[in-house]
């Protein structure tokens, strides 16, 4: 079988065993949590479905953790993230620090989690994850859009030079 089918059959396989443990736990729509954290990579053959796709929203939570962390904390940051940093008000690194702090408390939560597994606790997280990303969307986008872009940037650079 060639690899694309395979993969194809696999989505379809996931989107199926999603879809019983959606109408039981009443989960968000597989397209809806898939946008936000990519979960088409988990492997429909486990018997841990749902503990499957906790861990593909683990993955997406310690990136956004890690990347909040270096704006509000960096010390160790790349030089990079120091033009961004300035353009930030205290409002909005306030607005990332309570962002942080959410995810910090759901990372406690990954940890037990992976220590005593329960499907229900499973489907709950999932559930209170979607919902907390769903609501800090816009503040996220808001932040990052005063950020700019690389072409906003050079614009400014080539504006700015004197010789």
């Known amino acids: 079988m060639v690899k694309e089918d395979k993969e194809c059959l696999n989505l379809e396989q996931l989107k199926e065993k ?11 729509e597989f397209f809806e949590l898939n946008e936000i954290f990519e979960i088409e990579e988990v492997d429909a053959e486990t018997d ?37 940093i300035k353009k930030l008000d205290s409002k909005d ?8 702090d959410k995810l910090g408390y759901l990372e406690i939560e990954l940890v037990k989690m992976d ?9 709950e997280f999932i559930r209170k994850v979607f919902m907390i990303f769903t609501n800090m969307k816009k503040n996220i986008l808001n932040v990052l859009n005063k950020f700019g872009t690389e072409s906003e ?11």
Do not use: H, Q, V, W
């Not at 999603?18 to 968000?28: A, G, H, N, T, W």
């Not at 220590?115 to 489907?123: F, Q, R, V």
């Not at 400014?156 to 004197?162: A, D, H, K, L």
């Open 18 to 28: 999603y879809d019983k443990f959606k109408d039981k736990y009443k989960l968000p």
């Open 48 to 84: 841990f479905l749902l503990r499957k796709i906790r861990r593909a929203i683990t993955e997406r939570i310690a990136g956004y953790m890690r990347f909040f962390e270096i704006i509000l904390n960096p010390s160790n940051a790349p030089m990079f993230f120091f033009k961004l």
């Open 93 to 100: 690194k306030e607005i990332l620090g309570e962002i942080y």
């Open 115 to 123: 220590i005593d597994y329960k499907e229900e606790a499973e489907a």
């Open 153 to 163: 940037e050079k614009k400014r650079e080539n504006g700015s030079y004197f010789g």
